[in-house]
């Protein structure tokens, strides 16, 4: 090999280095801020990624897989590198390594959940369509949930159906019980009224929520979740770093329903006294519908930039067997959306 040649080569073995360098940081700072994860996550929830072709992520696939080994081709971008990398988290899980189906990824959540909000938050519920629109809502989130879970141990399907039971009967019980109160509340004016009903909907969600969570995941309480060293090697099974993840989830269920059960109805309830909505009444519906789809397009992000996905924890606040498997002060783990 020519001299030349040679110091060429390893010029640019070095720069390819210093780049790969240059993006772990960059993806550090990403994940450490709250304004990082919102980018970040603004690029996983974006529903352009559904219709990425099978061909187009086997490729973006293989490109991260080529510049993990550092034989990435000559002339590929940096900008080349995030969009595959886009692409991947989007439809990969990060721990199966297996695709997501479409209605249950976080870029599907408000395409495919938004028909759903439109229909909880219709005003004039009977019993039978709160029944429905609370199942149908449990079903959407607790498959979603399972489809995005911390799966670095199996889950066994008697566990999924029991928080999915668990889930709907929770949710459907609330939303129930608060409507059968508001009904026998002589003493609310019928606007008052109204509004109250159209908010029944977000306690019943965001408990139904949490309770969907903790059954869906309670197996990771007891056999815990595999928590990283800084080179992506398991250190060992963390309980208590599953309860950290459970929590930090279950939060983010909370947080995620309150603007998008909250803020349609009481902007719903101004606009309909607007003369041309009077008038108008067949507008109503689209109206309420692009309300219901902003403010859940807006929220879903900013609930689940709340808490990076590959969460950290001291190795002092874990178990001893832990501690004594690694010289690491800090470990890491999938949280899960």
Sequence with gaps: MHPHTASHGAYQWRRRRRKRRKRKRRTHV?????LGRLRHFVDIIDPSTLFVSETRLKESVKLLDDYKRGILPTGVSDLQLW??????????????????????????????????????LLPNQTVVSTIIWQWLNQSHNACVNYANRNATKPTPTSRFIQGYV???????????????????????SPTTRMIIQRLVPFPAVASANICNVALMRHNELSEGIDVLDQNGNVVGSSR???????????????????????LPP??????????????????????????????????LPVAISLFPQMSQIEVSRLEPEIAMATDCEVVTYNKGL
Excluded: W
């Design 30 to 34: 990403k994940e450490g801020s709250f």
């Design 83 to 120: 969009e595959a990398q886009k692409i991947k988290q989007a439809i990969i899980h990060p721990d199966t390594g297996e695709k997501i189906f479409m209605p249950f990824r976080m870029s599907g959540y408000v395409p495919f959940g938004t028909p759903i909000v439109i229909g909880l």
């Design 266 to 299: 009481i902007i719903m309830s101004y606009l309909e006294r607007l003369r041309f909505l009077q008038r108008n009444r067949r507008f109503l519906l689209p109206i309420h519908s692009l309300v219901c789809l902003v403010t859940f397009g807006l929220s």
């Design 166 to 188: 668990g889930a709907v009967t929770s949710a459907v019980s609330i939303a129930v019980g608060l409507n059968m109160l508001i009904q026998k509340a002589n003493s609310l």
């Design 240 to 262: 208590i770093a599953a309860k950290h993840a459970i929590m930090e989830t279950a939060f983010t269920r909370v947080v995620l329903p309150m603007p998008i059960f909250v």
